[in-house]
């Protein structure tokens, strides 16, 4: 009887420790705009727009006027720019809250326009859009797909953030 108690409290044991360890502490997903292979990383670098993007609570990270600030969608000044075409520097150097600790040091090696190792995205970009809910307008208002016309366009009329009110 005792082998059969001292059996099942180490089989239990086992089946238990198992169980812990098994949990997977990825809490966040990476976007389709996402360079491929980077699933354990923590944070971007968007060295275009001088911006971070925290993977695991799926927000941006930006500067204004000196306090950082962390939103869901991109800070108005950059809703225009392309996600899936820009490139993004994963940061596997740094664990912890506050990748802007660094900024210095991020901005000087990953200026405006850096272009490192090519990167495949993720997913597939989206057909009118630019990953950032916006659309990018491509192709709309004679703009040369520039993404930068004046007016907004149909798929503009049920995100309409200007008010400020929405986050």
Do not use: C
Request: proline share 5%.
């Amino acid at each position: 009887m005792k082998k059969l108690v001292f059996a099942s409290v180490l089989f239990m044991s086992v089946f238990f420790a198992h169980a812990q360890v098994s949990i997977n502490v990825n809490i966040g997903t990476p976007p389709n705009w996402g360079p491929q292979g980077y699933d354990n990383s923590r944070y971007y670098y968007l060295p275009d727009i001088d911006v971070y993007y925290d993977v695991n609570q799926s927000v941006f990270i930006y500067d204004n006027g000196g306090k950082w600030i962390r939103e869901k969608r991109l800070p108005s000044r950059y809703r225009q720019y392309d996600l899936y075409s820009g490139y993004k520097v994963v940061l596997t150097d740094y664990r912890g809250d506050a990748p802007y600790y660094y900024h210095s040091k991020h901005r000087a090696s990953y200026p405006k326009g850096y272009v490192g190792k090519p990167q495949k995205n993720r997913g597939e970009k989206p057909k009118g859009n630019n990953g950032n809910h916006y659309g990018n307008n491509k192709g709309k208002s004679g703009n040369n797909g520039n993404g930068n016309s004046q007016g907004k366009n149909k798929s503009d009329k049920n995100h309409d953030h200007s008010n400020g009110k929405h986050r």
